[in-house]
């Protein structure tokens, strides 16, 4: 027993040695390539293997025959070892710069195409992490595109929606000046109504900024459901009238919320001035509030007839109008993107879906 742990001490002493000097040798080569470093660990593990060998065999005074017999057969498994790490390291290499090549392509704007060849099963980890990450920069740049011709088509619409009323104001500010307007009572008029248009134009286009900026703060406080839709109704009870348009609440129930009570108005307000003037003389607009399992849901269904399939997702993007009208009416399609805005910023959510004859804009609020 004592002679066995001597050789397994002296074993252990020789290939120690030669685990340090190849740690050593590692440490040296880190930065270098995945070929030089398998070399090096298969060579560390012969030579720890032929030190621990000699080690026993000076210790117990082999002939010099023998020695040479061990050596050669520890000097064939040390060639058999480098070159299987050779190869090995050669074959992952070859695989890590296919993927390295790959992800190029990928940085530079295209779509990531995972390497042809089987890699190992990291490589093969890393490349559906990049075929992921490839998907998500896709729907990423895609949206991006759809903001960049949303924020297009705004200006463009802002810059027609502001030109307009501005050459009116100035045809009528002449004929006033000239003494020329036969009827001053209704150009000041007709320029108040025009002045009060871009105010809020140019109001929703600093609330939008501000929302896109992430400068929107809320002052929340707890308020009543009932008393927030009851304004709303009164708000919007006007233009409903002038339109010839029925407003009506319907099942509003009294339950508290958390809300910050000023942007909540102007999100009702937006949604039912948008329903309004999107339903015909005769029709209804139905503002509705009830508690659900997702929260508190406040529902505006109108009369518009319907919003084509394709559109449905853009419903709330920057600068959606529903149609190409240039109008005043149609408005600068900031309304339904401020409303968006708002309520993500109060944790909440906002939908739109096809209902019989119309539309239903659903606000979902956290409940208390």
């Known amino acids: 027993m004592r002679d066995l742990l001597l050789i397994a001490l002296f074993a252990f002493l020789g290939a120690a040695a030669a685990g340090l000097l190849g740690a050593l040798v590692l440490r040296l080569l880190r930065h270098r390539s995945l070929v030089v470093s398998m070399s090096v660990v298969a060579g560390v593990a012969v030579t720890a293997m032929l030190a621990g060998t000699l080690t026993v065999a000076w210790a117990m005074f082999l002939s010099s025959h023998d020695l040479y017999v061990v050596t050669t057969v520890v000097a064939m498994a040390a060639v058999v070892s480098l070159v299987t790490a050779v ?8 695989r890590s710069r296919e993927l390295t090549l790959a992800a190029r392509s990928f940085g530079d704007g295209g779509t990531f195409a995972p390497p042809a060849g089987q890699p190992t099963a990291e490589l093969a980890a890393l490349t559906r992490e990049l075929a992921a990450t490839s998907a998500k920069l896709d729907s990423s740049r895609e949206r991006e595109r759809a903001l960049e011709t949303s924020r297009r088509e705004l200006v463009a619409w802002i810059s027609h929606d502001l030109r307009t009323p501005l050459a009116g104001l100035r045809a009528m500010a002449e004929a006033l000046e000239d003494g020329m307007a036969p009827d001053s009572g209704r150009y000041l008029r007709q320029i108040r109504t025009e002045v009060e248009r871009m105010n809020g ?9 501000r929302i896109h900026a992430g400068s929107l703060t809320l002052a929340p406080a707890r308020i009543s459901l009932y008393d927030l839709v009851d304004d709303a ?5 006007p233009l409903a009238r002038e339109r010839g348009v029925r407003l009506v609440g319907d099942r509003i129930e009294e339950v508290p919320v958390e809300v910050d009570g000023k942007e909540m108005s102007r999100v009702l307000g937006n949604l039912l001035i948008n329903a309004i003037r999107r339903t015909p003389a005769d029709g209804t607009v139905a503002l509705s509030a009830h508690r659900s399992d997702a929260g508190v849901v406040l529902s505006v269904t109108d009369g518009c007839g319907g919003i084509p399939e394709e559109d449905l997702p853009r419903v709330f993007d920057t600068g959606w109008r529903g149609s190409h ?6 408005g600068a399609g900031l309304g339904l993107a401020i409303v968006r805005g708002i309520v993500e910023a109060h944790a909440g959510r906002a939908e739109v879906r096809n209902v019989q004859g119309g539309c239903c804009f659903s606000v979902t609020l956290p409940a208390v």
């Open 325 to 330: 009208a240039r109008t005043p009416p149609a």
């Open 87 to 94: 190869l090995l390291g050669r074959w992952v290499a070859a």
């Open 233 to 237: 109704l009164a708000g919007a009870g």
């Open 201 to 209: 134009m140019v109001g929703d286009l600093f609330e939008l900024s």
